[in-house]
């Protein structure tokens, strides 16, 4: 694929911009002010994405057959318009936009196509793995307002992989392992067993992996535990945690990664007595994450 030329003379530049113009006047009678907002900055985007390329008729028939084809592998357990989203960098854009900054607010990251309503609740100190495969995980922390004052009852839903890298939605047997709910105590504490992360690509059997590895790109995303953490009259946080002195911190496929979101992951020789004390025959790693959340309005 080589780079159009560029160089345009004034008559061709004018002929373009007022197409631009005339489409962008089409939403004139938009009853919608942002809706109409919306279509006209897409337009505007758009038009001046394909004037500065020099788009091609060949190459826009292959986006259409992309999007096609991300729409034709897209069903109820498979999202690839997030995967896409996540890969472009869309995804942590939008997140970043409306998750300001906010004192010690903890810091928000990708959601991700594989969250899944109705998990399992558990009770503090038990088990959210249900049979996953993988080294026992130790996580614990609090939940506390921008105040600094314990949230009790602050509900908490996390997800991960098992230890060959697949969420449980990926296996279509309609097991559910390696999520669930649970709500801090009276003093804003949580705790639970986990599996310790580990990294996984994102699915790269469909158009949006073809397009990572047309691009030079690894699918991988860098080892992480998922956590969206809510409490009223708190903004919602969707985040994760990530494992540090993973190789693959800086190069996370969805770009998800943020400084703040590395904890460490300490490893416990078998046979060290875990905080509930259970005594666990093989290795177990234990972790730290304190959370903060911003207030509702900002």
Same mark, same amino acid.
């Given at each position: 694929? @080589?780079?159009a030329?560029?160089?345009v003379?004034a008559?061709?530049?004018? +002929?373009?911009?007022?197409l631009?113009?005339? !489409? #962008? +006047?089409?939403?004139?009678?938009?009853?919608?002010p942002?809706?109409?907002?919306?279509?006209?900055?897409?337009?505007?985007?758009?038009?001046?994405?394909?004037?500065? !390329?020099?788009? %091609?008729?060949?190459?826009?028939?292959?986006?259409?057959?992309?999007l096609?084809a991300?729409?034709?592998?897209t /069903?109820?357990?498979?999202?690839?318009?997030i995967?896409?989203?996540? $890969?472009?960098?869309?995804?942590?854009?939008?997140?970043? !936009?409306?998750n300001?900054?906010?004192g010690e607010?903890?810091?928000? &990251?990708v959601?991700?196509?594989f969250?899944?309503?109705?998990?399992?609740?558990?009770?503090?100190?038990?088990?959210?793995?249900?049979?996953?495969?993988?080294?026992p995980?130790?996580?614990?922390?609090?939940? %506390?307002?921008?105040?600094?004052?314990?949230?009790?009852?602050?509900?908490? =839903?996390v997800?991960?992989?098992?230890? /060959?890298?697949?969420?449980?939605?990926?296996?279509?047997?309609?097991? @559910?392992?390696?999520?669930?709910r649970?709500? @801090?105590?009276? =003093?804003?504490?949580?705790?639970?067993?986990?599996?310790?992360? @580990?990294?996984?690509p994102?699915p *790269? /059997?469909?158009? !949006?992996?073809?397009?990572?590895?047309?691009?030079?790109?690894?699918?991988?995303?860098?080892? *992480?535990? *998922?956590?969206?953490?809510?409490?009223?009259?708190?903004?919602?946080l969707? &985040?994760?945690i990530? $494992?540090?002195?993973?190789?693959?911190? /800086?190069?996370?496929? #969805?770009?998800?990664v943020?400084?703040?979101?590395? +904890?460490?992951?300490?490893?416990?020789?078998?046979?060290?007595?875990?905080?509930?004390g259970?005594?666990?025959?093989? %290795?177990?790693?234990r972790?730290?994450?304190?959370?903060?959340?911003?207030p509702?309005?900002?």
């Amino acid at each position: 694929m @080589t780079a159009a030329h560029t160089e345009v003379s004034a008559e061709q530049a004018a +002929r373009e911009e007022e197409l631009v113009e005339r !489409v #962008v +006047r089409s939403f004139d009678a938009c009853q919608d002010p942002r809706l109409k907002e919306l279509m006209t900055g897409l337009v505007k985007h758009v038009h001046a994405y394909i004037r500065e !390329v020099r788009l %091609t008729e060949e190459e826009w028939s292959e986006a259409i057959g992309f999007l096609t084809a991300a729409g034709h592998i897209t /069903d109820d357990r498979r999202q690839e318009f997030i995967l896409l989203s996540d $890969v472009l960098g869309a995804s942590m854009q939008t997140i970043a !936009v409306n998750n300001e900054a906010y004192g010690e607010a903890t810091e928000a &990251t990708v959601f991700g196509p594989f969250f899944v309503e109705g998990a399992p609740e558990i009770a503090n100190g038990e088990d959210m793995s249900f049979g996953a495969p993988g080294e026992p995980c130790w996580v614990e922390g609090t939940v %506390t307002g921008a105040d600094g004052k314990p949230l009790p009852r602050a509900r908490i =839903e996390v997800w991960e992989t098992d230890e /060959d890298g697949r969420y449980d939605v990926q296996y279509g047997d309609g097991r @559910t392992a390696a999520r669930a709910r649970l709500f @801090t105590d009276d =003093e804003g504490r949580y705790r639970f067993w986990g599996i310790t992360p @580990t990294p996984y690509p994102i699915p *790269h /059997d469909g158009p !949006v992996g073809r397009l990572l590895d047309a691009a030079g790109r690894s699918p991988m995303r860098a080892s *992480h535990l *998922h956590f969206m953490v809510s409490h009223a009259g708190c903004r919602t946080l969707v &985040t994760h945690i990530f $494992v540090r002195g993973d190789a693959l911190l /800086d190069s996370d496929a #969805v770009f998800g990664v943020k400084e703040s979101l590395v +904890r460490d992951f300490v490893r416990q020789p078998a046979g060290t007595p875990a905080p509930d004390g259970r005594v666990i025959d093989g %290795t177990w790693s234990r972790t730290r994450f304190d959370i903060t959340l911003a207030p509702a309005d900002t």
